[in-house]
């Protein structure tokens, strides 16, 4: 069933919009004079883009011109004119794309698994469930997961359906304001639900929406990254169609300010981070991701880049964007600073003298370097780098995590340099981290004895399958905008041409197993609708590279780079 377009150029109350910082702001620490600066959304009418450019940024994308890519990829997201084109549709299902290239036979059928997936609600589509498997139990696969739903979301707002994004952020919000205890124990008021289902009372002919806050998910953990998705998806939305109006309904506006509420509390942290529970975000299983993890530090950067662009600046507003700005200026610099790893650091680390106790020590965390994984010696390449899994006393998680450093990428927490040096530590290890089947949640997979001990035996865990080394589709579309962002979309064709080869045929897989990504996952939910959404996004991307604006944070050419001491991506 498909949606009803809604044309939103002509609404009468659509406004275009413009990022109210640069990254160079942010990198210089020069926020403060945001707070005097008027809310941005009230900005007229500019031709747009993609109107006026869009066959340069095409071919300028192709392999021919891969050398001036990054070139492009910065005009592009530096040029003063550019906003989105609100009434656009992308031409991913038509006959012959602006690009020339006749579309994938897969695309017809990924859309149509797409609309299949579609939850009503009272004659509304709101989301869509988690996959449509029919021949696995349910379990809570029957659901509208928050996180899953992003990937979805963008696909309509790609292909000009905004209606859908719309209902879900409305209905999202609406269940936010519910009371949410787990036991005796009242869960914060900004907790956004993990997922929701919609229930139908044949009897009394009706419908009502049942959310689940993580009391009835493995380990019971709450959410952490759906709020941050919540405020990325409306960031989008907005970014995509023009119209302000949604996120700047009193609703939305107290809807972001309890969830910044929760992460911008003050209590005993020593360090800007957020300080989180196994299980709290993609990885929900006991993986030892407890601490500071990347994937929600990156989350944490992003969602408080794209607030501060869609909060008003009245009284309540300002309040929460002084908060914002001294927070990105310090977890920034921690970020780049702590988490990153090159080369270069990873001989300094190699090198660390512990017990240092004073302000002027080096090895800050106490990190002990025969605590150093070997097989992190190998996996780094001379020219390449990456934010860790986590860091926190004594303890570095070197893992290499897929989607934090490909938000990191998106948000420009890592600097034009770092996010280079990310690519191409992919393209040196394209063997480990795509395989046959891209891409690795995270790499390496965590066996044997330490297995063990870190997921407690957990029998879905087990290595290289699910989140243990797992390959997953879904991460095409971060690695997508990523590779446009830095001008590398040679390396997503090659990762879309490798899951051209199987998706359709494997019918949709949740996740890959093996050290290659050879096998359909012993427990992979079939029809696994991120999966399908996560490529009709990376096609898309590819085809009119101009929708990254609504996923993607601009940087600044003339930023100067926080970390000074590690430049092994000049060596």
């Known amino acids: 069933m498909s949606i009803p377009n809604s044309d939103m150029s002509q609404n009468g109350n659509i406004r275009h919009v413009d990022s109210l910082c640069s ?162 124990f009242q869960l914060g008021e900004g907790v956004m639900p993990a997922s929701f289902k919609v229930l139908h009372d044949p009897v009394r002919n009706s419908e009502t929406l049942i959310a689940d806050f993580g009391e009835s998910a493995i380990g019971r953990v709450a959410p952490v990254d759906s709020g941050f998705w919540w405020i990325i998806l409306l960031r989008a939305y907005t970014k995509s169609t023009g119209d302000s109006s949604l996120a700047e309904l009193p609703e939305c ?38 601490g500071y993890p990347i994937e929600i530090q990156a989350l944490f950067f992003m969602a408080l880049r794209c607030a501060l662009l869609l909060l008003k ?10 908060r914002i700005v001294k927070r990105l200026h310090a977890l920034s610099y921690h970020m780049r600073s702590y988490f990153w790893l090159d080369f270069k650091q990873l001989n300094d680390i190699y090198r660390y003298k512990t017990e240092e106790y004073s302000h002027t020590a080096v090895n800050k965390f106490n990190v002990i370097p025969d605590s150093l994984p070997e097989w992190v010696f190998d996996f780094m390449p001379t020219r390449g780098g990456y934010f860790i899994g986590n860091i926190s006393p004594a303890r570095m998680d070197f893992r290499w995590f897929c989607l934090g450093n490909c938000i990191a990428i998106l948000s420009s927490l890592a600097t034009p340099e770092q996010s280079m040096a990310i690519m191409d530590l992919i393209e ?53 905008a990523a590779c446009i962002k830095t001008g590398r979309p040679q390396i997503a064709r090659r990762a879309i041409e490798l899951a051209e080869s199987r998706l359709l045929k494997d ?43 609504m996923i993607a944070l ?18």
């Open 23 to 184: 990254v160079a702001e942010i990198e210089e620490i020069d926020f403060s004079k945001l707070l005097d600066r008027p809310s941005l959304l009230n900005m007229e009418r500019k031709r747009s883009f993609d109107e006026r450019s869009l066959s340069e940024l095409s071919v300028a994308l192709s392999p021919r011109h891969s050398s001036r890519n990054a070139d492009i990829s910065s005009r592009f997201f530096d040029h003063p004119e550019y906003v989105f084109s609100p009434s656009r549709r992308s031409l991913i299902g038509t006959p012959r794309s602006l690009t020339g290239f006749e579309p994938h036979p897969m695309v017809a059928e990924a859309w149509e698994t797409l609309r299949r997936s579609l939850v009503f609600f009272r004659g509304q589509p709101v989301g869509t469930i988690a996959a449509t498997d029919t021949s696995e139990e349910k379990l809570n696969y029957d659901q509208v997961f928050v996180r899953d739903f992003v990937p979805s979301g963008l696909a309509f707002l790609m292909n000009g359906e905004p209606e859908i994004v719309k209902n879900f952020i409305l209905k999202t919000l609406r269940l936010q304001s519910w009371e949410k205890k787990i036991d005796r």
């Open 253 to 290: 506006q107290k809807g972001m300010r309890l969830i910044l509420s929760l992460c911008l509390s003050e209590g005993f942290d020593t360090f800007p981070t957020l300080l989180c529970a196994d299980g709290c975000c993609m990885i929900d299983r006991r993986m030892g991701v407890y």
């Open 313 to 322: 600046h009245d009284d309540e507003g300002k309040e929460f964007v002084e």
């Open 428 to 480: 040196s290890r394209w063997e480990e981290l795509a395989g046959e089947m891209p891409l690795k949640v995270c790499y390496p997979a965590i066996e044997s004895h330490e297995w063990r001990i870190v997921t407690g035996c957990d029998p879905k865990n087990t290595r290289w399958s699910y989140h243990n080394g797992g390959s997953w589709p879904v991460l095409l579309w971060l690695l997508t």
């Open 507 to 549: 019918n949709w897989p949740e996740y890959y197993d093996g050290k290659l990504g050879r096998y359909v996952g012993k427990q992979a939910r079939k029809f696994q609708t991120w999966s399908v959404a996560g490529y009709l996004v990376a096609k898309m991307l590819l085809e009119d590279p101009s929708h990254l604006g």
């Open 554 to 571: 601009e940087e600044d050419k003339q930023m100067k780079p926080a970390m000074k001491r590690s430049n092994s991506w000049t060596c």
